[in-house]
T-cell receptor, first 115, second 109 residues
Framework: DTGVSQNPRHKITKRGQNVTFRCDPISEHNRLYWYRQTLGQGPEFLTYFQNEAQLEKSRLLSDRFSAERPKGSFSTLEIQRTEQGDSAMYLC?????????????FGQGTRLTVV | DAKTTQPTSMDCAEGRAANLPCNHSTISGNEYVYWYRQIHSQGPQYIIHGLKNNETNEMASLIITEDRKSSTLILPHATLRDTAVYYCIVRVVGNDMRFGAGTRLTVKP
């Protein structure tokens, strides 16, 4: 078990381009979360999956953002027509269920810079 | 989920106990208190959680007041590697974690 893995670690893109990030959760973890974090702020919730079903989406997740978890394992987060305001760290977390004693494990994040 | 209030920053001397307060005066009966920390450039890391009893693990102790309106995370012997942002989160079981701005703890030699 190597923990939650996120790729790439860093991404620089030009404004208007599309980008896709990948998250590989800890195996058998059925819950997967995406967060966004800007400098000096705590992580902001974006969306989460229970297996392959996307159960909740934040208002922060505009129409340009889409997340998938097709087979209930890895997940992708795509941002279309990137804007400078999308520059942030994108964090993925996974957990085995969502009970009180459930610990969410976070990846190292993907740092996106839109120039 | 209930809102939490934490000091923006705190300092602690290496080897001393670090006591990080959190106010959650609107907490409801089914909400747990969780603490995570985030070391620079890494993802958040779970520390401890509790409902109403005090809890202790290998990393820290969590003291929750009897009325559950506040809590304190205690790092008994802070080291330089404990320098991080510490987040206090109140969560209903089944919901996701919602983070605030946290407390930036600086452990000084």
């Amino acid at each position: 078990d190597t923990g939650v893995s996120q790729n790439p670690r860093h991404k620089i893109t030009k404004r208007g381009q599309n980008v896709t990030f990948r998250c590989d959760p800890i195996s058998e973890h059925n819950r997967l979360y995406w967060y966004r974090q800007t400098l000096g702020q705590g992580p902001e919730f974006l969306t989460y999956f229970q297996n392959e079903a996307q159960l909740e989406k934040s208002r922060l997740l505009s129409d340009r953002f889409s997340a998938e978890r097709p087979k209930g394992s890895f997940s992708t987060l795509e941002i279309q027509r990137t804007e400078q305001g999308d520059s942030a760290m994108y964090l993925c977390a996974s957990s085995l269920g969502a009970g009180a004693d459930t610990e969410a494990f976070f990846g190292q994040g993907t740092r996106l810079t839109v120039v | 989920d209930a809102k939490t209030t934490q000091p923006t920053s705190m300092d602690c001397a290496e080897g001393r106990a670090a006591n990080l307060p959190c106010n959650h005066s609107t907490i409801s009966g089914n909400e747990y208190v969780y603490w995570y920390r985030q070391i620079h450039s890494q993802g958040p890391q779970y520390i401890i959680h509790g409902l109403k009893n005090n809890e202790t693990n290998e990393m820290a102790s969590l003291i929750i007041t009897e009325d559950r309106k506040s809590s304190t995370l205690i790092l008994p012997h802070a080291t330089l590697r404990d320098t991080a942002v510490y987040y206090c989160i109140v969560r209903v079981v089944g919901n996701d974690m919602r983070f605030g701005a946290g407390t930036r703890l600086t452990v000084k030699p």
